[in-house]
């Protein structure tokens, strides 16, 4: 069990050891599986750990969070623990500080975006920070996390002491108490109130304070707390990441990006130009802090500087063969591969080709326009490493594509461990013999979408001819696997090759079919399909409806969990559905209706058995 100990604002050390034991640890991370893909939970946390943990994260908490959403985010600080993940919370406290100026007479005064920061002003300040800040640790205790409290961990000048008056500009950031609490096995918990060498408290911007801790730390992540959960385009959608070597510029000159927004995209820039390329900022809710770490699709805005994208359309474009052919290879490590890629590079010089890539190449993919037997664009290669899947450059290069190409078409293995990420790239999908076909950009009953199904659903992944990459290699590993024994070739997956794996297990359940079904004959079919899940509780049912609330093809229309009736259902954005409590007479009646196209039983066998018989029953004669 953990301890809960009673912290003063001290920084006394404490011995306390992690509790990420490999229970709590594993437990966690299946929880945590819920909001995305075992894969990308495992591969971001692996991410997070594999650097110092004083490097993990810096979270900046406003006072509006701490007024609002207290329990929010303390819950999601405790998986992080958990995770023996240790972040460093700075805080503020401006809303509440406005609104006791305001009881006590004093009407808030602001220069340049600055709060002027009087000695009366000062005193209330130092007294309410200390109340929030006890308030959050007090919390965090409660639920057995342990904390450090700081306080001396920024050392500032006087910004202007005429205009602002005891208003701080950090000067030095005492980083050795930060890493000792980290090292103890607590999270370390400061506010932004700074001091000068000679002791005397300042006001410093609880923004500034983050970020000048950043640059102290240079964590991985730059996390700042928003009850909006992001920055908001022109016509109020999220934007879900930015990449500033690539949109900078165009965003400064977007009429809609202007005050708050423009100014925390001009701040976040000059912030990680100050840090290791790796690091990032984030703009988030509070509750949505798991599914931003731990996942590709994230759920606030992400900022990168990021990698800008090179497009070639030649191979002396390139510059570099070897390199090229050496980026090819790398994921296909198996016989002949080294002379198929060369091959293939010749079959490049006399067609006509598309190559999107970053400057390290941590992400490469070719794209064959249509012709020469292709009746869609194709994706004929994609290979990512995985800095490119952890660093968005995967997410760029194919934001890239999609600029050029308004529809396309690829293949995958259906054991690829991505495979979600490219369901969330498609518009729709067809699998057969193991392999997956995507596409977007395309209507259902489009003639080239036809060809293309019926000559996938001929050909498998060989449809594509010499254009594709992946089929040459497979004849290649097939020819040369009747000279090598069964073991030699099974020993050629890769672990992070995207389109030309063999068989792995998977972490993630691909299996379901798309509805409607592709091709010809399923052409009329273009509704989505209506789905029920009964039995929806725990990480299986809530895994099914992350699943069908990424899915284009289904709708989820009922879903059932006797201890959650009446709750609002947790991850399902399509619409807003309330858990019911449907038993097996009521399962009857909606297939009698034809109301529902998909059952779901997330369910024991035995107990599974009388819903199958009303769903039986009920669709007699039909």
């Known amino acids: 069990p953990s301890v809960v100990l009673c912290r003063s604002l001290s920084s006394t050390p404490v011995a306390a050891a992690p509790p990420s034991m490999d229970c709590t640890r594993d437990y966690v991370v299946r929880t945590l599986s819920s909001i995305g893909s075992k894969r990308e939970v495992q591969q971001y946390l692996k991410f997070f750990t594999s650097v110092s943990p004083k490097k993990f994260a810096v979270i900046k908490v406003g006072g509006a969070i701490l007024s609002e959403h207290l329990d929010e985010l303390s819950r999601n600080l405790l998986f992080l623990y958990q995770l023996g993940l240790y972040p460093v919370i700075v805080h503020g406290a401006g809303p509440q500080l406005n609104d006791l100026l305001r009881e006590a007479g004093v009407e808030p005064q602001f220069e340049e975006g600055i709060r002027v920061t009087d000695a009366k002003t000062l005193a209330v300040a130092r007294k309410l920070f200390l109340e929030e800040h006890l308030k959050l640790v007090d919390r965090l205790d409660e639920l057995g996390v342990q904390t450090r409290s700081l306080s001396g ?287 977007y950009g395309c209507d259902l009953q489009s003639v080239p979408l036809a060809a293309v199904q019926d000559d996938f659903l001929a050909q498998g992944r060989a449809m594509m001819g010499d254009s594709n990459l992946e089929s040459r290699l497979g004849r290649a590993a097939q020819a040369a696997s009747r000279s090598q024994t069964p073991s030699r070739v099974a020993q050629q997956a890769r672990a992070l090759s995207t389109l030309g794996r063999g068989q792995q297990r998977r972490s993630f359940a691909t299996t379901t079919n798309p509805n409607p079904p592709l091709g010809k004959k399923n052409a009329s079919n273009t509704s989505p399909a209506r789905v029920a899940l009964i039995g929806a509780r725990g990480y299986t049912g809530q895994a099914l409806i992350d699943l069908l609330n990424s899915h284009p093809y289904m709708d989820l229309m009922h879903v059932s969990s006797r201890e959650l009736a009446g709750q609002v259902t947790r991850g399902y954005s399509k619409r807003n559905i309330i858990y019911e409590n449907i038993g097996p007479e009521d399962v009857g009646k909606l297939e009698k209706k034809v109301e529902i196209d998909c059952w779901i039983m997330a369910l024991p066998n035995g107990v599974c058995k009388p819903y199958i018989e009303a769903i039986d029953e009920a669709s007699k004669g039909r």
């Open 153 to 439: 961990v920024f050392i500032a000048d006087y910004l202007d002491k005429e205009k602002w008056q005891y208003v701080g500009k950090i000067t030095k950031v005492n980083k050795a108490a930060i890493e000792k609490s980290i090292d103890s096995g607590c999270i370390p918990v400061l506010s932004s109130m700074a001091e000068t060498e000679g002791g005397h408290l300042l006001n410093v911007n609880a923004d500034v304070a983050a970020a000048e801790l950043a640059r102290a730390l240079e964590p991985l992540k730059v996390v700042y707390l928003s009850e909006k959960g992001g920055l908001f385009d022109g016509d109020g959608q999220k934007i879900s990441h930015i990449n500033l070597d690539e949109e900078f510029d165009q965003l400064m000159s977007q009429a809609w990006c202007r005050y708050g927004t423009r100014l925390k995209i001009k701040e976040s820039k000059e912030l990680l130009e100050t840090l290791p390329r790796s690091s990032s900022v984030a703009i988030i809710h509070p509750n949505d802090l798991q599914k931003e770490l731990f996942t590709d699709s994230g759920a606030g805005t992400l900022i990168r500087r990021g990698d800008k994208i090179q497009k070639v359309t030649s191979l002396t474009e390139f510059g570099d063969l070897k390199k090229l052919k050496v980026t090819l290879v790398r994921d296909r490590e198996g016989p002949e591969a080294e002379a198929t890629v060369d091959r293939w590079v010749d079959y490049l010089k006399e067609n006509p080709f598309t190559a999107y890539f970053d400057d390290g190449m941590n992400c490469l993919a070719i794209v064959m326009p249509p012709g020469d037997g292709r009746p869609m664009a194709t994706l004929a290669t994609l290979t990512i490493t995985k800095p490119g899947w952890l660093t968005n450059v995967a997410e760029n290069v194919f934001v890239a594509i999609k600029k050029d190409y308004p529809s396309l078409v690829w293949t995958v293995s259906g054991a690829d461990e991505n495979l979600t990420w490219f369901f969330e790239k498609a518009d729709g999908s067809l699998k057969h013999n193991g392999s997956a076909l995507f596409y």
